[in-house]
């Protein structure tokens, strides 16, 4: 049951941000700065397990539908639930690409690429000893999906996407599922 009420929260407590800009058709070369976006992701989670999540991005359009970026991603956990208490720092990179998708009208649909590498520390079992022992590697993956905008305002709105992880392997992935889903509010 504690598992649920942590998942929830995690939820609850979950901001991420993409920015969805539309350059003005009438303007032929937007200023540098207009064209320049900022976004990210931050969830915490407090409790017997503790996890802090952040995440930056920017962003620039380059063409009217098509933009791309660059962010950083850093977690803390923490899980009281053992002794010693397991503790570990993940950090990494992260490239992406968004398409805005204009092929049914009214419907803004966008096409989402991203290339994310992050150093883990996971435990691995040692048979000879019978222990386990903590390993730090990077873990890359390549997701690729689409994605529903609603927008409000000039570069506000909400969105969904759901992201396929074309590299997943179980037995080398550090994360369960190939399949990665995002909601949020952008700004």
Partial sequence: MKKIYSIILLFLFSVTAYS???MDPGEDKPAFKDRIYYGGGFSATFGSI????????????????LSGGVGITYQYYQDKRYTPTYESNSYGYRFFLRQNLYFIPKLPLFAYGEFENLNFETAVYNPTTQEYYLKRDWYPRTMLGLGLFAPFGRRGGFFLAVLYDVMYSGSTSAYGSPWVYRFGVSF
Avoid at 50 to 65: C, D, F, L, N
Wanted: overall charge neutral; charged content about 10%.
């Fill in 20 to 22: 969805q800009i539309e």
């Fill in 50 to 65: 503790t996890s802090v999540y952040v995440s930056p991005a920017v962003g620039y359009m380059i063409t009217k539908g």
